[in-house]
């Protein structure tokens, strides 16, 4: 059995979650971070040791050349690892991102689907269109 196997029951059923640290004003993140599947993992760490493939796994290391310590140690690092294997991040337009991408999309974005029509980007269209626009009367 791997460290995947050993920690699929503590993290695989871990529920997606609103991210309020990654999302922005135009995206809402979802989903299961390494944050979460690591405290999942800490806290049935002691669950994860007692069974007799994490003995044997333990028990491998030290054949290998490593001390007691530091296969407990290298085992920890190793189930955490596999815990992260269960983290998902989802990113979809919240009701302001929708918006931008309509606008966006309605002043001849090439884009179809894509990024939002974002505030510098429109700063950046409005500019170059006055500037392309007076020069053209001026040249006149």
Do not use: C
Request: without cysteine.
């Amino acid at each position: 059995m791997s460290e995947v196997d050993l920690v699929k029951p503590y993290v695989d059923n871990l529920q997606d979650e609103f991210i309020p640290e990654m999302s922005n004003g135009l995206y809402d993140y979802k989903g299961v971070t390494e944050k979460r599947t690591d405290n999942a993992v800490r806290q049935n760490l002691s669950a994860i040791y007692n069974t007799p493939e994490a003995q044997m796994h333990i028990k491998a290391l030290t054949k290998q050349g490593y001390t007691p310590e530091q296969a407990q140690a290298l085992f920890a690092d190793r189930i955490y690892r596999a815990g992260r294997e269960f983290s998902r991040v989802n990113r979809e337009l919240n009701a302001a991102g929708r918006q931008f991408a309509a606008y966006g999309n309605r002043s001849g974005s090439d884009e179809q689907g894509g990024n939002p029509f974002t505030l510098t980007q429109g700063m950046q269209h409005t500019g170059l269109r006055t500037y392309f626009e007076g020069r053209e009367r001026y040249l006149m």
